[in-house]
């Protein structure tokens, strides 16, 4: 439902109201905003300007190294405290509920109108909190003689696979569903999944860059290690492995995350993700769209590149088109069953102001057999 036109202003992002805001303040949000052509180019306008001024190259690449400073510090700050849990996610992503259907590709979703579309063995020991795959890796790296110089690291990240995969041993190998959060933060999309779907056969990994998102994780009251494991992981490391071997998932969920990487390295990312998944399974997504209030409020001098900024925090953003999105999953050799933009009115009945927000959700299939 969208709000009354009457009760809006005309520059739109963030603004007081100026007119009675009786009638629009019934409501906290409006979902499926259309918005008017002077309200798109207003946005164009105001990202024209706050990108028209970049970052220095040195300081460009000293956000990319220090990223992971950066959400920690995040995490320490914030803790558990800064997002709310997800329960939205069984309305907008019902294959996380417990009512799974046989076909996986079956689009439901609330409020918008689609044209588009036992405890687990262990890997490693745990230490301060953390189980690792370092230490098993290590013990078996000691039982062969040193390589020759210069294919160390060739051979750990060798060994990385096949310890994955070796005789099943895996958490999570007995599992009929498994499930991976990618960006995991303190939980906030994990712990629901995990007290809604009773699934017995379900297991849920969760990873996340940041090393303080994951001890806040491992420290919940709700984490159960009979049903979840979480994981310290750099996305952008291509020789960072993963506890599960290639197809053995059902779902990777992407909340908010694939944003805050550097836009080159994104499509290496998405493919690599692909493969985790079993054929059938499929990629969840909800990310930033093109003119949310989040780009259309930074100022002069957060811009790094096109649609990419950099926050007061050194947390980084950047904000997707569909095609974009589209172009990463079917480059990784993904089926789109869906992927559309939400726009939605918020409103702030304490400030009294409107705050127009722009989301992309997206699912990608991976195909169940080679296409001819």
């Known amino acids: 439902m969208a709000a009354p036109s009457e009760t809006r202003e005309r520059r739109p992002f963030g603004r007081r109201l100026l007119t009675d805001p009786a009638r629009l303040f019934q409501h906290n949000a409006w979902d499926n905003v259309e918005w008017s052509e002077e309200q798109e180019a207003s946005a164009r306008s105001r990202v024209q300007e706050n990108s028209s001024r970049l970052l220095p190259q040195d300081k460009q690449e000293e956000y990319e190294v220090n990223a992971k400073k950066y959400w920690d510090d995040f995490y320490k700050i914030h803790e558990n405290g800064f997002f709310k849990d997800r329960h939205w996610l069984f309305t907008e992503f019902p294959e996380l509920a417990s009512n799974r259907n046989s076909s996986q590709n079956e689009v439901s979703v609330h ?15 745990c230490e301060n909190g953390h189980c690792s795959l370092e230490t098993r890796r290590q013990s078996q790296l000691n039982l062969i003689k040193s390589p020759p110089a210069g294919h160390t690291e060739e051979l750990a990240a060798q060994k990385d696979s096949e310890l994955c995969q070796s005789d099943g041993d895996y958490p999570g190998s007995a599992a009929s569903y498994r499930i991976l959060e990618v960006g995991c933060g303190a939980g906030n999309t994990v712990f629901p999944i995990l007290q809604t779907n009773n699934d017995p056969g379900l297991f849920v990994y969760c990873c996340d860059f940041s090393t303080t998102a994951v001890d806040l994780v491992q420290n919940n009251a709700e984490y159960d290690t009979s049903r979840c494991f979480a994981f310290v992981h750099d996305l952008c490391n291509d020789q960072s492995p993963f506890p599960m071997p290639e197809e053995s998932l059902d779902i990777v969920i992407l909340i908010f995350v694939l944003s805050a990487i550097l836009p080159e390295k994104m499509q290496c990312i998405v493919t690599r993700l ?38 007061g925090d050194g947390t980084r953003v950047y904000f997707f088109t569909q095609d974009e999105l589209d172009h990463l999953f079917t480059t990784a050799g993904l089926e789109k069953i869906q992927n559309l933009v939400d726009r939605r009115l918020q409103v702030n009945r304490g400030k009294q102001m409107t705050m127009y927000r722009v989301w992309i959700q997206c699912k990608y299939c991976k195909p169940t057999a080679l296409q001819p």
């Open 111 to 125: 409020g918008f109108s689609n044209t588009n579309e036992s405890k687990n063995k262990r890997l490693g020991s």
């Open 274 to 311: 692909s493969r985790l998944l079993k054929p059938g399974g499929m990629i969840l997504l909800r990310d930033y769209g093109r003119y949310d209030l989040a780009q259309v409020r930074f100022k002069k001098g957060q811009c790094l590149s096109d649609n990419f900024y950099v926050r």
